[in-house]
T-cell receptor, first 113, second 111 residues
Framework: DVKVTQSSRYLVKRTGEKVFLECVQD?????MFWYRQDPGLGLRLIYF???????EKGDIPEGYSVSREKKERFSLILESASTNQTSMYLC????????????FGPGTRLTVT | GQQLNQSPQSMFIQEGEDVSMNCTSS?????WLWYKQDPGEGPVLLIA?????ELTSNGRLTAQFGITRKDSFLNISASIPSDVGIYFC???????????FGEGTQLTVNP
């Protein structure tokens, strides 16, 4: 069974803090993604990675960075959290080849105060 | 990135009714996916479509890949209360691993 886990379901941080969101998948997938989801704006891609140590910017990378040191783990970093980064953060993974099916984790609801 | 046009935005139906929703785009897609998201959870993949004209079922759910490759449809038959949630379409264009998402259809089922 497909499994994507995220380190926290709920997180509250202060403005200016450095925030780490962790995502782990157990499907040996090459591709991993970070999205944020906001009411009225849908799912927006922040960054994705197609291999270990490889990353590409999505549509809204400003204020975020990522790290992929191991195939199964993809981390999203907020260098200096701001209130406009309060959101639902979703991680997804996808194998290579013909099946372009992304599998999502349960999400992390981040609140920056 | 470009959003898919998903409609309707919301639906309020009675238990037992059938439901239809669709996604359209001005661009051609090679893959269509349909997801369901429960409140406070991540989206769960329901159906994946890979060929124009393809019709695929998953229990009471049926989805179709439009012939023009610019649209897709999801039908839910005999709705039940646990069908409540947000349904998203997603499409992949000719290359790459990125998906384009619709804005979702919020489904409410009254018992």
């Amino acid at each position: 069974d497909v499994k994507v886990t995220q380190s926290s379901r709920y997180l509250v941080k202060r403005t200016g803090e450095k925030v780490f969101l962790e995502c782990v998948q157990d499907m040996d997938h090459e591709n991993m993604f970070w999205y944020r989801q906001d009411p009225g704006l849908g799912l927006r891609l922040i960054y994705f990675s197609y291999d270990v140590k490889m990353k590409e910017k999505g549509d809204i990378p400003e204020g975020y960075s990522v790290s992929r040191e191991k195939k199964e783990r993809f981390s999203l970093i907020l260098e200096s959290a701001s209130t406009n980064q309060t959101s639902m953060y979703l991680c997804a993974s996808m194998g290579s080849g013909r099946a372009y099916e992304q599998y999502f984790g349960p999400g992390t609801r981040l609140t920056v105060t | 990135g470009q959003q898919l046009n998903q409609s309707p935005q919301s639906m309020f139906i009675q238990e037992g009714e059938d439901v239809s929703m669709n996604c359209t785009s001005s661009s051609i897609f090679n893959t269509w996916l349909w997801y369901k998201q429960d409140p406070g959870e991540g989206p769960v993949l329901l159906i994946a479509l890979y060929k124009a004209g393809e019709l695929t079922s998953n229990g009471r759910l049926t989805a179709q890949f439009g012939i023009t490759r610019k649209d897709s449809f999801l039908n839910i038959s005999a709705s039940i209360p646990s069908d409540v949630g947000i349904y998203f379409c997603a499409g992949r264009r000719t290359s790459g691993s990125r998906l384009t998402f619709g804005e979702g259809t919020q489904l409410t089922v009254n018992p």
